[in-house]
């Protein structure tokens, strides 16, 4: 029996390190690297190595959950293949000199849950059906050149705590389902050339703590009801507003 037990641990352990990421993943972070130039990163990876070793990759029971890639010196566009990396929770690419549109891909990683590409040089629009990341609770993608217009029905993002949109030519009115956005606590679309009247429905958005929406287009009478809020930060100079109340509220 001694030696029926060490044979059965022997086996697991031996399991445990053979063990690996699915081929599909795997292919998806090769190609990531390849069509973004690794070798020329700041941390580069060693292909001949497990992924489990490769910086920014995080792997729980052999999936991949995390790639965070900050300030690595990325270039080229990202692959449509980005997508088939299902297990994601955070994508995290912030700071470097990524070109192209984000992949339609993305859509499929539904599970999502932070999509940091900021401080890139992104352009083109969102993916359509962006709005099926129901998951996604921080959406950072300022300093980018990106454009077209906002989903209309952004409001499906339920989980949503933040949307970070600064600096990019985004165009458009602000949808109006962002009112349903219950538990969004920042909002910052300034630089941007948004239009129209805001949703009066923000005033409504309790959780909210700072909106910055200045130097864009918009117009019609501000809505009052947004000085009731218990805002840490409020900014909305330069637009067309009929007020011309500047107010900004510094943090408290």
């Known amino acids: 029996m001694k030696i029926f037990t060490t044979l059965v641990i022997a086996v697991m352990i031996s399991f445990s390190t053979i063990a690996q990421i699915s081929s599909t993943e795997k292919q998806a972070l090769i190609d990531l690297y390849t069509q973004t130039n690794g070798d020329t990163w700041t941390n580069s990876w060693d292909l001949k190595k497990s992924p489990k070793t490769w910086k920014g990759v995080i792997v729980l029971n052999d999936k991949v959950i995390a790639l965070s890639l900050v300030d ?108 349903n956005l219950t538990k969004l606590r920042e909002i910052h ?18 959780s909210l703590k700072r909106l910055s929406i200045f130097d864009n287009n918009f117009s019609g009478d501000f809505p009052e009801t947004i000085n009731t809020l218990d805002l840490q930060e409020l900014a909305f100079q330069n637009n067309k507003f009929n007020t011309t109340t500047a107010i900004a509220i510094s943090d408290r």
């Open 189 to 206: 679309i300034s630089s941007n050339n948004f239009e129209g009247e805001l949703p009066i429905g923000i005033g409504y958005m309790n």
């Open 72 to 179: 690595n010196n990325l270039t080229g566009a990202l692959p449509q293949s980005i997508g088939d990396l299902t297990n994601l929770k955070v994508l995290n690419l912030h700071k470097n000199s990524i070109e192209g549109t984000i992949p339609q891909s993305i859509t499929a990683i539904k599970g999502l849950k932070v999509l940091n590409m900021s401080f890139n040089k992104l352009e083109g629009q969102l993916p359509s059906s962006f709005t099926d990341l129901a998951s996604l609770e921080y959406i950072d993608l300022f300093f980018n050149n990106l454009t077209g217009e906002l989903p209309a029905d952004l409001g499906a993002l339920k989980n949503l705590k933040r949307l970070s949109l600064y600096s990019n030519n985004f165009e458009g009115k602000l949808p109006t389902s962002i009112e």
